[in-house]
């Protein structure tokens, strides 16, 4: 099993840019596919990005491709996000998960995870 928190959220405008970060501890951090994912209050948790064990296949929800960024360091465990151009709908409470197959988008396939980070985005 792997540990991970969550750090970096914060109050930010719109148009503005936060970057995300997840630090792991535990088991083998490059044996793990790595994920973000969200939840807004009332909503269910939600893919933002995905990025597998060695870096080389990234993936991103329709609704933040060309905003956000999802990188990997394998050395220092852990997975970070570059969030550009943010939007009030981005507002949410920020997940970090990991799972220990190939890539894949659904939350359910994920079995760590991070307490979260809120992510406030002001109009």
């Known amino acids: 099993q792997v540990q991970l928190v969550e750090s970096g959220g914060g109050l930010v405008q719109a148009g503005d840019s936060l970057r995300l970060a997840c630090a792991a501890s535990?088991?083998?951090?490059?044996?793990?596919?790595m994920g973000w994912f969200r939840q807004a209050p009332g909503k269910e948790r939600e893919f933002v990005a995905v990025?597998?064990?060695?870096?080389?296949?990234?993936y991103y929800a329709d609704s933040v491709k060309g905003r956000f960024t999802i990188s990997r360091d394998n050395a220092k465990n852990t997975v970070s996000m570059q969030m550009n151009s943010l939007k009030p709908e981005d507002t949410a409470v920020y997940y970090c998960?990991?799972?220990?197959?190939?890539?894949?988008?659904?939350?359910?396939?994920?079995?760590?995870w991070g307490q979260g980070t809120q992510v406030t985005v002001s109009s």
């Open positions: 998960a990991a799972r220990t197959l190939v890539v894949a988008t659904n939350p359910a396939d994920f079995h760590s």
């Open positions: 535990g088991r083998t951090f490059s044996g793990y596919t």
């Open positions: 990025i597998s064990r060695t870096g080389a296949d990234r």
